[in-house]
């Protein structure tokens, strides 16, 4: 495989504030290492669609604040087709272009391994990008942290009304299968019960904590519910109502805003490190690989060795420390 000359850079999937530093970060470690570098619009879409265009380091000037992506991003069908990948490989090499960097979820890794198997003399080097941080070979995904402070802001907000009227509420939190925010959140909240995914909670069992709360003189509690629990917030609000009369019910779902607003320091930090590390890492010769956070330290992870991973990042301790400090 050639020495990597010239990268295309793409946010696909869903959004995750980070994006964007990671973009800039892409871009600024091409031009030092005199590589030119092109951004692709629309994910996946942009590249069958030759929707490509040369960047310069101005064009990623203050980007660092911005939520979303200034490349956009999509789901994108037509790159699940050999038709459509072979479109995409056209137009990469029509201009030259020898490298990717792909800014996504699991989707986005799976899709950039097949492509770069099919066409491997374009390396591919992927950024964990997604609120969920449900990523194998990283402890961080790009988005995860400011998804959560905007989730723990919205809490802190509900808990006051809460308490004011005294009411229970239920409040669904993003995350797809994980329930990595929704544990956090209810860290940082103190949420009297949360439900997660990859352990389910019994209805009774959160009845008689909600009771043992009340009994301890609790004026407002909070139960977070992870979209991954097969429930619902609205079905495990009405079958707690049934028993639990000492409390107002209320349900909330969050919703979209989880995932807009300015990247956390975190968020910011880490896509900089990340978007870094991937140009560095493909100049270096890697393909096939995605760059991730592990300790505090940038590491390469082999994209078919993180999809297999799929790891959820649940700690079990800090599971049993919620029993005890949020009762
Ligand atoms: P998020 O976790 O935020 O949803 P994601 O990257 O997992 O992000 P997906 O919609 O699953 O989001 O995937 C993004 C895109 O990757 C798809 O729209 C599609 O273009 C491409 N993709 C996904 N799976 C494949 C596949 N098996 N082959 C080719 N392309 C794929």
Same mark, same amino acid.
């Given at each position: 495989?050639?020495?990597?000359?010239?990268? !295309? /850079?793409?946010?696909?999937?869903?959004?995750?504030?980070?994006?964007?530093?990671?973009?800039?970060?892409?871009?600024?470690?091409?031009?030092?290492?005199?590589?030119?570098?092109?951004?692709?619009? $629309? #994910?996946? $879409?942009?590249?069958?669609?030759?929707?490509?265009?040369?960047?310069?380091?101005?064009?990623?000037?203050?980007?660092?604040?911005?939520?979303?992506?200034?490349?956009?991003?999509? *789901?994108?069908?037509?790159?699940?087709?050999?038709?459509?990948?072979?479109?995409?490989?056209?137009?990469? $090499?029509?201009?030259?272009?020898?490298?990717?960097?792909?800014?996504?979820?699991?989707?986005?890794? &799976?899709? %950039?391994? *097949?492509?770069?198997?099919?066409?491997?003399?374009?390396?591919?080097?992927? /950024?964990?990008?997604? =609120?969920?941080?449900?990523?194998?070979?990283?402890?961080? &995904?790009? #988005?995860?942290?400011?998804?959560?402070?905007?989730?723990? +802001?919205?809490?802190?907000? =509900?808990?006051?009304?809460?308490?004011?009227?005294?009411?229970?509420?239920?409040?669904?939190?993003?995350?797809?299968?994980?329930?990595?925010?929704?544990?956090?959140?209810?860290?940082?909240?103190?949420?009297? !019960?949360?439900?997660?995914?990859?352990?389910?909670? !019994?209805?009774?069992?959160? =009845?008689?904590?909600?009771?043992?709360?009340?009994?301890?003189?609790?004026?407002?509690?909070?139960?977070? /519910? %992870?979209?991954?629990?097969?429930?619902?917030?609205?079905?495990?609000?009405?079958?707690?109502?049934?028993?639990?009369?000492?409390?107002?019910?209320?349900?909330?779902?969050?919703?979209?805003?989880?995932?807009?607003?300015?990247? &956390? !320091?975190?968020?910011?930090?880490?896509?900089? *490190?990340?978007?870094?590390?991937?140009?560095?890492?493909?100049?270096?010769?890697?393909?096939?690989?995605?760059?991730?956070? *592990?300790?505090?330290? =940038? %590491?390469?992870?082999?994209?078919? +060795?993180?999809?297999?991973?799929? +790891?959820?990042?649940?700690?079990?301790?800090?599971?049993?420390?919620?029993?005890?400090?949020?009762?």
């Amino acid at each position: 495989m050639d020495k990597v000359s010239k990268i !295309a /850079v793409l946010t696909s999937g869903g959004d995750a504030p980070g994006m964007n530093p990671c973009i800039r970060a892409v871009v600024r470690t091409a031009i030092y290492n005199n590589l030119e570098v092109v951004g692709v619009k $629309q #994910g996946y $879409q942009g590249l069958i669609d030759n929707d490509i265009y040369d960047m310069s380091r101005r064009s990623v000037s203050n980007i660092l604040d911005l939520g979303g992506t200034i490349l956009k991003t999509a *789901r994108c069908l037509d790159f699940r087709t050999e038709e459509g990948m072979e479109k995409a490989y056209k137009n990469l $090499q029509d201009r030259g272009i020898n490298g990717l960097v792909v800014i996504g979820g699991d989707g986005t890794f &799976t899709g %950039a391994l *097949r492509f770069s198997k099919k066409y491997p003399d374009i390396a591919v080097m992927g /950024v964990p990008g997604t =609120i969920d941080n449900d990523l194998g070979g990283t402890d961080y &995904t790009l #988005g995860f942290d400011t998804a959560t402070n905007t989730v723990i +802001e919205a809490l802190d907000k =509900i808990r006051d009304t809460a308490d004011a009227h005294d009411r229970l509420f239920f409040i669904e939190v993003m995350g797809r299968d994980a329930g990595c925010i929704a544990l956090r959140a209810g860290i940082s909240t103190g949420a009297e !019960a949360i439900l997660l995914p990859e352990k389910e909670t !019994a209805i009774e069992e959160l =009845i008689e904590g909600l009771k043992a709360g009340e009994y301890n003189k609790k004026s407002s509690s909070i139960v977070i /519910v %992870a979209e991954g629990d097969k429930r619902g917030a609205y079905d495990v609000a009405q079958m707690v109502q049934k028993e639990v009369k000492f409390y107002d019910v209320k349900v909330t779902i969050l919703g979209h805003m989880q995932r807009g607003g300015s990247p &956390t !320091a975190f968020d910011r930090i880490l896509g900089s *490190r990340m978007g870094f590390a991937a140009v560095n890492a493909l100049i270096n010769g890697e393909t096939q690989k995605m760059v991730g956070l *592990r300790g505090n330290s =940038i %590491a390469t992870t082999p994209l078919e +060795e993180a999809l297999n991973m799929h +790891e959820f990042k649940l700690e079990d301790d800090l599971m049993e420390m919620v029993k005890i400090l949020n009762i």
